[in-house]
């Protein structure tokens, strides 16, 4: 990994997964200056009305759109999709591509726990970003509190129930409106690029406190239920969930259930100023998104 130095100031910055969760919020921190942003999207027309600002066309699995959307870019923040497991046929390819584009700084969204674990795709595409030329910047993030306004928005807003086998296990759930501020802030400060950091929330929480607090905000109960594993599989099938991403969920709360998800870093607060966002303020800010889903 080469450390160059970037320019404080006016860079012009790519962002993958802008419509997603964490991408949209860093295109939002980003959006009024000193940076120039742009959205890569397989969709650009539609980014570009929905977030306001300039978009190309991108798509890991099209090669040939990536020397357009890599073209005068100085920094890139790189989401892998979570549709996409073989990193290596399309996000490295593209990877090699903005190498070679010039762009100089890579902010990596991966996963806390990623540097040891050989099994997921977020530790071979770190691997990959530390044997080319650029300086990359890995961000390991807890699980996203988000979680819980996207995958397990219907449950709770049509079911007031919580359906997930996590048991009393706690977990460091993050705001993913923390992690995009992170990445806005190591973009803007190259000096602080460069490394790896372990993002999460203040205090690990367990799904009987998450519902609890969903309760107080919503007005009304919100049932934590902790089924088996093999109901939880039966659940999700009904919920028209794809085996793949019923078996990340699985593995995911499993960890939890275990006490393997605990774990609190305070970088957020050292590389920010001020605590990550609690739970209580996740669940406050979103609460509109549980009273209207349909
Ligand atoms: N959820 C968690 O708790 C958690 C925790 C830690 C790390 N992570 C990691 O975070 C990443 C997901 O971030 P997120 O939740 O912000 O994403 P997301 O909301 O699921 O959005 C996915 C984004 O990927 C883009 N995309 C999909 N297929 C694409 C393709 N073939 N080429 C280019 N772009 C494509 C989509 O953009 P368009 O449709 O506009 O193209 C969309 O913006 C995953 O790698 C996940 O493992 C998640």
Known sequence: MTMTT?????????????????????????????????????????ATSRLNIPAVYFDFQDP???RSAFDGQDALFLVRPPAIARVWTSIFPALDMAVDSGIRHIVFLSLQGAEANPFVPHRWIEWKLASIDVRATFLRPSFFMQNLTTTHRHEVADERTLILPAGDGHTALIDARDVADVAAHVIKHPKCGGGAYELTGLKAISYHTVARVLSDVLGQPIRYEEPSVIDFLRYSRRRGREWPFIFVMTGIYLTARFGLAARTTSTVHDLLGRPPRSFRTFAEDYAGVWAVAK
Request: with cysteine; charged share 20%; net charge neutral.
């Open 64 to 66: 040939a759109s990536y």
């Open 6 to 46: 970037l320019r404080e100031g006016s860079q012009r910055v790519l962002v993958t997964g802008a419509t997603g969760t964490v991408g949209g919020h860093v295109v939002a921190c980003l959006r009024d200056g000193p940076c120039e942003v742009c959205a890569a999207s397989r969709h650009p027309e539609a």
